[in-house]
């Protein structure tokens, strides 16, 4: 387990430092509560974003990024549109693609959303939280507006693991505790900081943050860990500097800024679980 745990982590510090390097351009189709935080994030580690977020230049747009995020937290039918026609263009360049089912579970019309995109198209990566995760599992009663409610407790690897199976994607369930799976293996990441629950958006800045590593085209698994990695470590290190969420945000964005791919070998705190 030690040497997988080594070898996920030197292989997530070489591609943290490729998307430094390399500044992708990271498609976001997202929400307007968080777009200029997920801006911020993504120029705060060095990556480039653009929002197309319209269905008469989506596909275009898409078709010159390195990665397509989709985060389903406004969802209507234009929008729908809009990230029909981008995640087409993604699919035909294998430009990867993260989905963001926020608020799955909470409504009907938001479900059609998520279900048909997974339906029709490739996705690379499935990021939700616990809830939202356990819900597109089938557990019923686990979101409430887009947070996660109710009991986590489940065993929420064995759920990451078969979504993954089912869909072919990387899927992510974000908490105190994340869990990440391909379908073959179960990654958990701990660390983090509790303000994260404080802030708008915190959920949403990560899944720009693995998008941006996901445009590096490595290993989605390990592009996911090393993005999930940086975001805690990032948190970590602004909660030791704040007095409160509004300073927290402050400083998550410059400790974003200056996470090294050093820094994801030697403080990412991982599980493997068998």
Not at 135 to 150: E, F, I, K, P, T
Not at 185 to 213: D, Q, W
Request: glycine share 10%.
């Amino acid at each position: 387990m030690e040497d997988r745990i080594m070898n996920i982590l030197e292989e997530g510090k070489k591609l943290w430092n490729r998307m430094k390097e390399n500044r992708p351009l990271v498609h976001h189709i997202t929400n307007f509560v968080a777009m200029p935080e997920q801006a911020h994030a993504t120029l705060a580690i060095g990556a480039s974003p653009v929002m197309a977020l319209y269905p008469e230049e989506s596909g275009d747009m898409c078709s010159i990024a390195d990665a397509l995020l989709i985060n389903i937290g406004i969802p209507s039918n234009e929008f729908l549109s809009a990230m029909k026609k981008a995640m087409h263009t993604a699919n035909s360049k294998n430009i990867p693609i993260l989905l963001d089912p926020v608020g799955y579970g909470a409504t009907p019309f938001r479900n059609y959303v998520v279900d048909t995109l997974l339906k029709e198209y490739r996705v690379t990566v499935i990021k939700g939280n616990s809830g939202e995760i356990m819900a597109l599992a089938g557990n019923s009663g686990m979101v409430r507006g887009v947070d996660a409610v109710g009991d986590t407790t489940l065993e929420l690897k064995d759920i990451v693991k078969s979504l993954a199976d089912r869909f072919n994607s990387t899927v992510i369930a974000t908490g105190e505790e994340d869990f990440i799976s391909n379908g073959k293996e179960v990654i958990s990441i701990r660390g983090g900081s509790r303000m994260l629950r404080n802030i708008t958006g915190s959920g949403c800045i990560a899944g720009s943050i693995i998008s941006a590593v996901l445009g590096t085209k490595g290993d989605p698994l390990v592009a996911s860990i090393a993005g999930l990695i940086a975001f805690k470590l990032s948190a970590k290190r602004a909660e030791e500097k704040s007095n409160g969420p509004g300073s927290f945000r402050m400083h998550l964005f410059d400790e974003l800024s200056l996470i090294k791919g050093e820094d994801i070998m030697e403080e990412g705190e991982l599980k493997v679980w068998t």
